[in-house]
């Protein structure tokens, strides 16, 4: 297989994370690739015409992005237990929190692309606060989810833990963790599995 990386995305080390936790990652040739929202990348364009990161080409040729679908592929490949359950309530619950902590960094993209992709005087507050809110009410609800953050690990857990790590390595929402002890508690141990440590976002 063959991934499409940037080390500092938050959805490429959602997708290696998985990867490692599943006994797979050996599998993955990495391409080092640069992406901007303003600068077209031709060589990507020609497996992903979204031109984004990650993208994974299969063994068997097959291209697919984004985090959400690479991630289902991954853990399909692999024979331990899986990190989106088959079916049943829990499936819902995960799926649902991977759509939740995605919101929440796609919320965090937006500003940073804001405050320092778009020139200053086409900035708007009212646009930064906005996808400030969604990032603060998911890390809210993060908080006082239990269920979220006990029991075996699965994808939710990661792209939570991805979308944090992002969140701080940026500083573009300003300190995540008043008011949120159980939250990051998990977080810090979270932080401590090899599969993220082997991940630590750079660039």
Same mark, same amino acid.
């Given at each position: 297989m063959k991934l499409y990386y940037s080390a500092a995305s938050p959805y490429v080390r959602k997708v290696t994370v998985t =990867?490692?936790?599943a006994g797979i @990652? /050996?599998?993955?040739?990495q391409v080092?690739? =640069?992406v901007m929202p303003t600068k077209p990348n031709a060589d990507i364009a020609k497996d992903n015409p979204l031109m984004k990161v990650p993208t994974l080409v299969t063994d068997d040729g097959q291209v697919l992005y984004d985090s959400r679908v690479i991630c289902e592929y991954l853990d399909s490949q692999h024979a331990g237990v899986r990190m989106i359950p088959a079916s049943g309530p829990d499936r819902w619950r995960v799926l649902r929190w991977q759509a939740m902590a995605d919101g929440i960094t796609d919320a965090g993209l937006l500003v940073r692309y804001e405050t320092v992709v778009r020139a200053e005087d086409k900035r708007s507050a009212e646009w930064t606060a906005g996808q400030m809110a969604k990032v603060n009410q998911?890390? @809210?609800? =993060?908080e006082n989810d239990s269920a979220l953050?006990? /029991?075996p690990i699965n994808l939710g857990q990661i792209a939570l833990a991805a979308g944090i790590g992002w969140l701080e390595f940026r500083n573009v929402a300003g300190d995540l963790r008043k008011s949120r002890p159980k939250l990051f508690q998990w977080y810090e141990a979270f932080c401590r599995r090899p599969s993220m440590q082997a991940t630590t976002p750079k660039g």
């Open positions: =990867a490692i936790e @990652d /050996g599998r993955i040739q080092p690739t =640069a998911g890390l @809210d609800m =993060a953050l006990s /029991g």
